[in-house]
């Protein structure tokens, strides 16, 4: 039998296992820079401010479990970037390699298209996340940056890949103001 995946909005009922998911990858990886995992009212304050600003937060359960989760926000907060969005998507690690990302991720690309955004910009932590680098090449993303050693974690500097993906007419037309 074949499990069935569900991509849904964010739910207040899911911050904790969204700390779950976020706490491992601070703790044991170099996807987030961050040193120490945030608690679940952080979580949920950052969430808050993403769909306050009309973007888009998701998540996917897998045999009635959270399997990951994805959203986008501002690549930066000057008025001039307003139509560029970064993308974010975190899986459980028991849940990698199961094509739950992709779904998770082409969401948050339609929805930030749809909300007339023309660029989704990846922040990749380390050039070494191979596995992170291939799976926004599959999903159309150029690989545009890297700036190295610019992160200390871990015992070591890391390097940080900018990936690029044209939403909608991307360049090819001036965007429509929302």
Aim: proline share 6%; aromatic share 8%.
């Amino acid at each position: 039998m074949t499990a069935m995946l569900e991509i849904r909005p964010v739910a207040d009922s899911d911050m904790a296992a969204i700390h779950e998911i976020y706490a491992h990858h601070v703790l044991h990886g170099l996807a987030s820079w961050e040193l120490e995992p945030p608690d679940v009212a952080e979580l949920t304050a950052r969430r808050n401010d993403i769909l306050e600003g009309g973007f888009p937060y998701v998540i996917a359960i897998l045999d009635g479990h959270l399997a990951g989760y994805a959203h986008a926000g501002p690549y930066r907060y000057r008025p001039a970037y307003r139509f560029t969005v970064e993308n974010t998507v975190y899986l459980h690690p028991d849940q990698q390699g199961k094509n739950i990302a992709r779904p998770l991720l082409q969401r948050v690309i339609d929805d930030c298209t749809a909300h007339g955004h023309r660029q989704m910009v990846a922040v990749i932590g380390d050039s070494g996340n191979h596995a992170s680098i291939r799976f926004h090449e599959k999903m159309g993303f150029n690989q545009v940056g890297l700036i190295e050693s610019i992160g200390w974690k871990a015992g070591r500097w890391l390097d940080s890949v900018i990936m690029q993906l044209a939403l909608g007419a991307g360049d090819t037309a001036p965007p429509q103001e929302q």
